[in-house]
DNA sequence: CGTCTAGCCTAACGATCGTTCATGAAGTTC
DNA sequence: GAACTTCATGAACGATCGTTAGGCTAGACG
């Protein structure tokens, strides 16, 4: 770890950010709750970018515009300001999943609208989504236990979604358990490579994930192509009620 | 950080294992190499239950019953450990995957092996896989560098093969490149999820994949049960030749 | 105007980090 | 049996870590 080798006081006075592009907040005065989303806004960047545990305090508060002890007036620790990143992105993502379920009737079409708001939301939030399932282990045993029990509940959701598609005979699964391990990775990795400057856009990329999911479950190419139609009626209704 | 309230000396001596199940060496006398297998198995548990960054070369030593100091006979880093970790599972890896494509002819078939021996070498390799796919982003610049351009080239192997598939009008896909984003997520997965002491044998796991991945690619049920059928007969005559 | 509090600062504490240094015991070679 | 190499040790260096103590300041409130 030999970086600085210039013995300098703890406290880097104003130090330069540590890295690449990063929010870097006007060094003003005091800005109230502002400084709250300000590290928010850092803590996600580095989290993402480094790591947890290769992102320190003090490079949260320097990409704040802030200074480290700052940070202890809105967060109580460290770990707090994790916590808080993953809880919040695990409620949001299952209220909008929820919502999106809601919209639709059939089990397939439940199914292909779960899949098609969850790529879309790990578009959106790629970096959230990210922290929040690679910075498990970093949890102390009670947070972990609590958001391992989240993400099981998020995950049987999806189970019992497929499940009720091959009850009813439009889905098909040797075994439903492995399916959905395969289809969330899948579409959870959306978080790992999609770019919003590349060529495909993000709902581009989330039909394409729903035609892989019920072709992996057996689904007839028209059956795929009533749920899509389906799906972009619903959004369009939607959009007209609010 | 506070853990341990008494200052002692540097050097934790004996110093307990500081966590769960983890190969404790006999801290016997000199091993000679010996030792530095007993680093690499420290490392690989170590790394994936914790990470690299929250794993310390004072725990690494401790796993393998030996101090700290003389992991330097060994590696000349602590990012040393970690690259050669990584190299070591890619080459395994690309090889493995590449004589069990060459077994097969068809694209279709070809494709299956790749799959079925992705899966079979992460559910074999859990940890190094998940160290070598969670910690790229630990890596100074060049080893990562030379790290992403290997994952590169291997999934092009997979692009190239779908797209052959295509080709020949036994697959169908929308994008080949978002297809194989969506293929090799799930079946690298296998390595977060899957244990050898479940329910599913890791060959039958192999066997899921592949017709999870087939089907998402438009593969009628007949094609799929003749490739399975087709990577089975290869293993048996692969295994009579040797 | 005086008091209080929210918000942020400077400075530092004690622990732990990756790594290095000097030393020495055991094998090997001549 | 002397010289050399291999493998490991105990102790320490300097940097950096998460966190805390204490103080300053601007605005709210009486």
Do not use: M
């Given at each position: 770890m030999a970086e600085k080798p210039t013995?300098?006081?703890d406290t880097a006075a104003p130090a330069p950010p540590v890295d690449g592009p990063v929010p870097e907040g006007d060094s003003d005065t005091r800005r109230g709750p502002e400084t709250?989303?300000?590290i928010d806004l850092a803590a996600i960047e580095l989290f993402a970018n480094r790591g947890y545990h290769a992102t320190s305090m003090r490079a949260i508060a320097s990409a704040a515009g802030i200074q480290p002890a700052a940070i202890y007036h809105w967060y109580e620790s460290k770990e707090a300001i994790l916590i808080g990143l993953q809880d919040d992105f695990m409620e949001e993502l299952t209220e909008a999943v929820e919502a999106a379920v809601?919209?639709?009737e059939t089990p397939a079409a439940k199914l292909?609208?779960?899949v098609r708001?969850?790529?879309v939301f790990h578009g959106l939030h790629a970096r959230a989504a990210f922290v929040t399932d690679s910075e498990i282990r970093a949890l102390t045993d009670d947070p972990r236990r609590t958001l391992i029990a989240k993400r099981d509940d998020y995950q049987e959701r999806f189970r019992s979604l497929i499940e009720a598609g091959v009850d009813d005979g439009t889905l098909?699964?040797?075994e439903d358990r492995v399916a959905t391990y395969a289809i969330l990775l899948q579409c959870t990795g959306v978080a790992l490579w999609f770019d919003p400057r590349g060529p495909l856009s993000l709902d581009r990329v989330a039909d394409l994930?729903?035609?892989l999911v019920l072709g992996?479950?057996?689904a007839s190419p028209e059956l795929i192509a009533g749920v899509l139609a389906e799906l972009h009626d619903g959004e369009q209704g939607e959009r007209k009620a609010a």
């Open positions: 013995a300098a006081p709250r989303e300000a809601d919209r639709v292909a609208a779960a708001e969850h790529v098909k699964t040797s994930h729903v035609e992996s479950l057996g």
